[in-house]
């Protein structure tokens, strides 16, 4: 008798969405889109009044299995506003070999805004996972980003048990000048450090050439606030990179902690630099 013999080169989805935006007087609207499963394409949606528009990122799936391969790319016109974000948490299920990978290329034209605040990530026990963020701003642009991930799920005991997760965010501004932040974990190899302790980690980075000295002090000083604000169940910090903006690093006990202080700190944010609330975004 014969078997079958499934290569784990051959398992696993590449999934490329593409996007284009451009101002139109008080409107960002898309102009060109493509999309292969498993994304879904869904149209943009004005929230409001402004020249904000959200794009939800819809991955009927359910997650991510080992070998696939996900790209999102998005190019914003001068002065457009995109909001990207996804209704539900990013899965990343077991795998016994193939790495699951995702990259997301944001370029984001002269004065344009680009907020990428996806839900969390949760890499389930013995899955691979590689992710990498890049960024590219023109002069005058600015982006608001932000990336989580779980320990694991948490309510079935499966704390840091994942094999491997790699991430890279990696922002270039107009001057030419970046900032760059990478790990790679292993936790049954290396374990995680301090990390242990916690239930979910989340970096959030702000930058644009912009914004004035006074308007980013101003932010510095409401951002740290929020973060004291629940001593014990998240702690975090926030620092000026080399290039205009801030970053803020934290860690938090609970997803309800992680969710409701980045609530806050978006809140504080859009409402400091661009006088917008923060949107209540629907999630499933």
């Given at each position: 008798?014969t078997?079958?013999?499934t ?7 590449v999934?490329?969405?593409a996007l ?17 499963s498993p994304?879904?394409f ?6 409001d ?9 819809l991955n ?21 506003h ?9 899965r990343?299920y ?6 699951a ?8 034209g ?20 590689r992710?990498?963020i890049?960024v ?30 790699e991430?890279?965010?990696r ?6 000048q970046s900032?760059l ?14 990390a242990?302790a916690?239930d979910y980690v ?29 001593p014990?169940?998240?702690l975090?910090?926030?620092s000026?990179?080399a ?20 609530d ?14 923060r ?6």
């Amino acid at each position: 008798m014969t078997h079958a013999v499934t290569e784990t080169a051959d398992v696993g989805r590449v999934g490329d969405l593409a996007l284009n935006y451009v101002r139109q007087g008080n409107r960002t609207v898309l102009t060109q889109s493509r999309c292969c499963s498993p994304w879904h394409f869904s149209p943009p949606i004005q929230l409001d009044d402004s020249a904000c528009t959200y794009t939800p990122l819809l991955n009927p799936s359910g997650g991510l299995v080992g070998g696939d391969r996900l790209s999102v790319r998005a190019t914003l016109g001068p002065d457009a506003h995109v909001l990207f974000s996804t209704p539900s948490a990013n899965r990343v299920y077991r795998s016994l070999g193939e790495t699951a990978v995702q990259t997301a290329e944001l370029t984001v034209g002269p004065g344009a805004i680009v907020e990428w605040i996806p839900d969390v990530t949760i890499p389930f026990a013995g899955s691979r996972f590689r992710q990498t963020i890049h960024v590219t701003l023109a002069p005058g642009a600015t982006v608001l980003l932000w990336d989580a991930i779980a320990s694991g799920r948490v309510a079935r005991g499966e704390r840091w048990a994942f094999t491997s997760l790699e991430n890279e965010i990696r922002i270039v501004t107009a001057s030419g000048q970046s900032v760059l932040e990478r790990y790679a974990l292993a936790p049954s190899v290396h374990g995680v450090g301090r990390a242990a302790a916690w239930d979910y980690v989340g970096s959030l980075y702000l930058i644009g050439d912009s914004v004035d000295a006074a308007r980013w002090k101003q932010l510095d000083a409401q951002l740290a606030t929020i973060l004291e604000a629940r001593p014990g169940a998240v702690l975090g910090g926030v620092s000026e990179p080399a290039v205009p903006g801030l970053a803020v690093k934290l860690v938090a006990k609970s997803a309800p902690d992680l969710s409701e202080t980045l609530d806050e700190l978006w809140q504080a944010i859009r409402l400091t630099l661009w006088n917008l609330p923060r949107p209540a975004l629907r999630r499933y």
